[in-house]
């Protein structure tokens, strides 16, 4: 087949979405088929979509539409769901329902994903998102947890919605409770963190996350609405039970049998108490976790195959 995907891969270093395309497009193209990036080609099969807003080249859902109208009636457009909009883009949310509307096909995340994007139709599927190779390359064995609870957490985006107000406030409600934590916070961060207690660094590459992450006893994530969350992913897959919020979306999906999810600042070290008290068996499930993003691109590659 020929097969347009809308994002094209980049070299250097850049994130896990950027490895999705990648990995895609060589799978592809060792089964034979022939990957195109522009819709200058009147014999396109199918279209990949990773995202339906317009690309570098102005590209964008809408163009896919206009090829099926006028070029090619045939043509397939699986649409893979990624963001939602939920963290300060409500323009985006209605675009994704609109788009699904008019796909063959759609990939959900998961099943928060599809529940928020309110999609009824029968022409999809689930597949979750998976963390890069190397996070599970310096994950290590069971051991005692540190006198002091080492937790962290890393984000990009600095919306709101991340949870860093709960942050702010986690050491100082742990202390309350009788639980001694230091708590480290790398990624971007609003101006609010920095006259806290938490040990702040600045954004960091996978290569440098995947080392420092193992490092650590806790993962814990305070972060809502993710339709695919990636961070918490790579936490597990670091070996790090997880502390993680119920309002979280996708996330409450990933976590199960990995940690405990709590639904306030009230409830909130009673979560870690349960994690710090069945530590043992949630480390040995996270050490047990091995799925890789070449796990989710083989699940793409057979539903753009059928």
């Given at each position: 087949?020929?097969?347009?995907?809308?994002?094209?891969?980049?070299?250097g270093?850049?994130?896990?979405?950027?490895?999705?395309?990648?990995c895609?497009?060589?799978?592809?193209?060792?089964?034979?088929h022939?990957?195109?990036?522009?819709?200058?080609h009147?014999?396109?099969?199918?279209v990949?979509?990773?995202?339906p807003?317009?690309?570098?080249?102005?590209?964008?859902?809408?163009t896919?539409l206009?090829?099926?109208?006028?070029v090619?009636p045939?043509?397939k457009?699986?649409?893979?769901?990624?963001?939602?909009?939920?963290?300060?883009k409500?323009e985006?949310?209605?675009?994704v329902?609109?788009?699904?509307?008019?796909?063959?096909y759609?990939i959900?995340?998961?099943?928060?994903?599809?529940?928020y994007?309110?999609?009824?139709g029968?022409?999809?599927?689930?597949?979750?998102?998976?963390?890069?190779?190397?996070?599970?390359?310096y994950?290590?064995?069971?051991?005692?947890?540190?006198?002091?609870?080492?937790?962290?957490?890393?984000?990009?985006?600095?919306?709101?919605?991340?949870?860093f107000?709960?942050?702010?406030?986690?050491?100082n409600n742990?202390k309350?409770?009788?639980?001694?934590s230091?708590?480290?916070?790398?990624?971007?961060y609003?101006?609010?963190?920095?006259?806290?207690?938490?040990?702040l660094?600045?954004?960091?590459?996978?290569?440098?996350?995947?080392?420092?992450l193992?490092?650590?006893?806790i993962?814990?994530?305070?972060?809502?609405?993710?339709?695919?969350?990636?961070h918490?992913?790579?936490?597990?897959?670091?070996?790090?039970p997880?502390?993680f919020h119920?309002?979280?979306?996708?996330?409450?999906?990933?976590?199960?049998?990995?940690?405990?999810?709590?639904?306030?600042?009230?409830?909130l070290?009673?979560?870690?108490?349960?994690?710090?008290?069945?530590?043992?068996?949630?480390?040995?499930?996270?050490?047990?976790?091995n799925?890789?993003?070449?796990?989710?691109?083989?699940?793409?590659?057979s539903?753009?195959?059928?």
């Amino acid at each position: 087949m020929k097969i347009h995907i809308n994002r094209k891969p980049v070299s250097g270093p850049w994130g896990g979405g950027n490895k999705t395309v990648q990995c895609l497009v060589e799978n592809l193209s060792d089964m034979g088929h022939s990957i195109v990036f522009d819709l200058n080609h009147p014999d396109i099969d199918t279209v990949f979509c990773f995202d339906p807003r317009p690309n570098s080249s102005g590209i964008w859902y809408q163009t896919f539409l206009d090829y099926k109208s006028r070029v090619n009636p045939k043509l397939k457009i699986i649409q893979r769901v990624g963001d939602v909009g939920t963290h300060g883009k409500p323009e985006l949310t209605s675009l994704v329902k609109s788009s699904v509307e008019y796909s063959d096909y759609i990939i959900f995340p998961s099943i928060w994903a599809k529940n928020y994007i309110e999609y009824s139709g029968n022409n999809f599927s689930v597949i979750r998102n998976r963390p890069l190779n190397k996070f599970h390359k310096y994950k290590r064995k069971y051991k005692k947890l540190s006198k002091k609870i080492k937790i962290v957490t890393h984000h990009w985006s600095t919306n709101s919605k991340k949870g860093f107000d709960i942050y702010k406030l986690l050491n100082n409600n742990l202390k309350e409770h009788g639980i001694e934590s230091e708590f480290t916070y790398i990624g971007r961060y609003p101006k609010s963190l920095e006259s806290s207690d938490i040990k702040l660094v600045d954004p960091k590459d996978s290569d440098f996350l995947s080392k420092e992450l193992p490092n650590h006893d806790i993962y814990f994530t305070a972060s809502l609405e993710e339709a695919g969350a990636n961070h918490v992913l790579e936490g597990i897959a670091s070996g790090l039970p997880v502390v993680f919020h119920n309002g979280g979306g996708s996330i409450v999906e990933y976590c199960e049998g990995y940690g405990k999810g709590f639904s306030s600042t009230g409830d909130l070290h009673y979560s870690f108490q349960e994690v710090i008290k069945n530590f043992k068996r949630y480390k040995e499930n996270c050490m047990a976790y091995n799925c890789t993003i070449e796990d989710t691109v083989s699940e793409y590659a057979s539903i753009i195959c059928q």
